[in-house]
C-alpha cells in the first residue's frame, strides 16, 4: 500500500514538474518584455510555495481526487494555511521572511505524514 | 446526463483548463502590466484603495509581523493594532521574499492569479454535474475583466477578491463534504475567507445553510454530514478566533451593521443587465436546472443562483457587500451560463460531445475576449500606469529613506494627491493641503503661512490600541475631540515641504514654485532633495515652529 503511493507520489511529481516547466513558458509569453529569469523565479515561487504544499496536503485524498483535481485545489488550500499560519507565526515573533522557506517544508512534511498514515 | 468522452485522454481536459488558464491571466494581467512582471514603481494602481494594501503589505515586510498597523498609515499614531484582515498581506509578502520581486508587484499579482484559478475551481464544481456545461462555463470568467468587475482589481478591492477566491474553493469543499475528512478542508477555506475579508463569510454561511436545507429536503442530510459541518465549523471558529476578536473589538465597534438599501455605489459595478443577450443563456440555464431537480449534484447551480441573489442584497441592507460579488459573476454565473448554452447545444444536436464543447467555448472565448460585437459584452483591455509615475515614486522612496522616523512630511498640491494613501509610500506622518483653500490662495495672489489641511490616513479601524485581550482604546475619537484633522494649519509647523513642478493645471504649479522660492528666503529652510532638472521638489525646515515664510501676496 504505502510502495504503490510512494510509486505514485514519483508520477504525479513527474508531472507536476512537467507543468511547472510550462507555466515557465507560458509565463514567459504572457510577461514578454521581461527575462525568462523573472518568470521562472516567480514560477517556481509559486509552486514552491502553494502548488507543491498544496499536492501532499491533498495526497490524503489521493484515491478520491484525481490529480488535477487535488493539484488545482491544493493551491487554494496550502494558500490558506501559509496565509493564516504565517500571521500567527509572526505574531508570536516569527519573523515573516523566513516563513516562505520553513512553511512549505512543514506543510508538505504534515502531507505526507497524513497521506502515509491513512489507514 | 453526458458520459465524458475526454475522461480517458485527460491530456486534453488538462491542456484546456492550462490554456484557460493561462488565457485569463493574459487578458487580466499581462495586458494590464505592460506584459513585465517586473516593475520600477507601483503599475497600473488606479485608485487609493490599492496603496492602501500596498503599503500596509510593505510595512508587514518590514516589520516582519502584522501585529501593528504601519504608523504612517493610521495618521502617525504608534502601536495601533493590525485590524485588517491579514491573509493577502501576508501571501504577497512571503511571495516578494521568495520571488524577489517587490511587494507592490506581487500583492497585485495574486488578486488575478487566484481569480484565474477560481475559474478552474469552478470547473471542478460544474464537472460533477456535467462536463460539457463546466467546459462551456469557463469562457465566461473573461468577464471577470469587464466593465465595473475589472475595476474591482485595477482600484484595489484586492482582499474582497482574495476572500471571494477561497469563498469558490469552499463550495469546492461543500461539493466534495462527502469525501472522508472534507471537515478539515471547508475549516481552513472558510477560516481564510474570514480571514481575508470576513464579511463573504456570511455568504459562505448562507450557502451552507442552503446546502444542508437541499440534504434535508432530499433525506440525504445524513448525521455523518451533520457531524462533519459542526466539526468544520467548531475548527473555523478555533482557526480564526483571534482575528474574530480584533474583527469584534473594531470592526462591529467602528463599522456596525446598519440596514440600508442603496441602489447605487460609489465605485464602478456590474448590474444583469451588462451582460446583454448572455442573459438568455443564463435564462435557460435557470429553466434546465429545473430538469435536474432530482439530481443529487446540483449544488453548482444552486451555488449558481444563490450568488447571483446575494448579489442584489443590497436592496435588503447588505450594501456595499453585496456589490462587492459582482466582481466575481464571471466565476459565479458561469455555472447557469455554462449549463444554459450546453442544454441549448444538447437539444440541438443530440450527439453533442465534449470536444464539441470544447470547440465552442473557444469560439465563445474568441467573441468574448476580441469581437467587440455590440450586443455581447466583452473583455476590455486596460493599458496605463495608473497613478503613480517615477517621479513621484523617486521622491516618496526619498523621503522613507532619507528623513527621520518621526519627522512630518507637508505636501503641497500634486495631481495624484488625491488617491491620498499613494502618499503612505513616503512611510511617514504626512499631512496635505486642501487644493480648494490652495485654489482660493492662488485667486487672491496670497503667500499665505496657514493653510486647510488634511491628515490623511485610515480611518476605518479608529486607529485601535489594544487595551485587554477583549478591550481597545480608539485614538482617532481623541484626535477628533482635539480637532487634529480640521481646519487651518500652520505650515512652519511641519519638518518637510513637498512641491510637484509640474500639474495638469499649471497655476498649481507656478504656486508650487512661488511657494517653495518664499520658504527658501528663510536661512533655516533647505532644498534637500530636487533640482531644476527633477518635476519635485523636496524642502526641509531646520527650525519646524518658527516664522518661516513671509505672508504678503505676489507682486
Known sequence: MKKELLHKIQKELIYIGISMIFFVAVFKIIFYNDSIFVAARLVASLFWAFAIPGYFIMLYWNERLE????????????????????????LIGINIKWHGVALPLVISAVGIWFGFGKK | MEKSKISGKISIEIIYIAIVFSFLLFLGLGNLWNHQIKHEFPYAYFASDAFQHQTRAEGIKEAGSYKNEPFYNVFGVKDVVGYYPPVLYHLAVILSHLSGLEVYDTIYFLPFFFAALSAIIIYFVIRKLSIGSAILAMPLAVLLFYKGAYTG?????????????????????????????????????????????????????????????????????????????????????????????????IWMERQPYSYSVIKEWGSPTLFIADFKILILFFAVGLIACFLLIKNENIFPIIMSILMLLFSYTNYVGFGDRAFQLRYFWGVYLSVLFGFGIYH?????????????????????????????????????????????????????????????????????????????????????????????????????????????????????????????????????DEMEKNKEFEGKKDICSFDYYVFDKGTAQTAFAQYNIIMAKELLKKDFVKLVYGNDNTLSIILKNTKPGEDCIEEGTIA
Open chain 1, 67 to 90: 490529480l488535477k483535481e487535488r493539484f488545482v485545489i491544493g493551491i487554494a488550500v496550502a494558500a490558506a494555511i501559509t496565509g493564516i499560519t504565517s500571521y500567527y507565526l509572526g
Open chain 2, 153 to 249: 482589481f485595477t482600484w484595489g478591492v484586492w482582499p474582497s477578491l482574495i476572500s471571494q477566491f477561497f469563498l469558490v474553493a469552499f463550495f469546492w469543499s461543500i461539493a466534495n463534504i462527502d469525501i472522508e475528512k472534507s471537515s478539515f478542508l471547508f475549516a481552513i477555506l472558510l477560516s481564510a475567507v474570514i480571514m481575508s475579508h470576513t464579511s463573504e463569510a456570511f455568504f459562505a454561511g448562507f450557502m451552507l445553510t442552503a446546502y444542508f436545507t437541499f440534504r434535508m429536503i432530499k433525506k440525504t442530510a445524513t448525521k455523518d454530514l451533520i457531524k462533519k459541518i459542526l466539526i468544520g465549523a467548531l475548527l473555523t471558529l478555533i482557526i480564526s478566533s483571534f482575528y474574530l476578536v480584533i474583527f469584534r473589538g
Open chain 2, 344 to 476: 441549448l447545444a444538447k437539444t440541438a444536436y443530440r450527439k453533442w460531445s465534449s470536444a464539441h464543447s470544447i470547440i465552442l467555448a473557444v469560439v465563445i472565448f474568441i467573441v468574448i475576449s476580441f469581437a467587440g460585437i455590440e450586443y455581447f459584452p466583452s473583455y476590455e483591455k486596460i493599458s496605463s500606469p495608473g497613478i503613480m509615475n517615477r517621479n513621484n515614486w523617486d521622491t516618496l522612496q526619498w523621503i522613507s529613506k532619507n528623513t527621520e522616523q518621526d519627522a512630518v512630511i507637508y505636501f503641497f498640491y500634486g495631481d495624484a494627491y488625491n488617491q491620498d494613501a499613494i502618499l503612505r509610500n513616503s512611510k511617514r506622518t504626512h499631512k496635505l493641503i486642501v487644493p480648494q483653500d490652495y485654489a482660493d490662495a492662488i485667486n487672491k495672489k496670497e503667500i499665505r503661512r496657514y493653510f486647510e489641511t488634511e491628515s490623511p490616513g485610515d480611518g476605518g479601524g479608529g486607529a485601535a490600541i489594544r487595551k485587554g485581550l477583549l478591550s481597545f482604546e480608539f485614538k482617532l
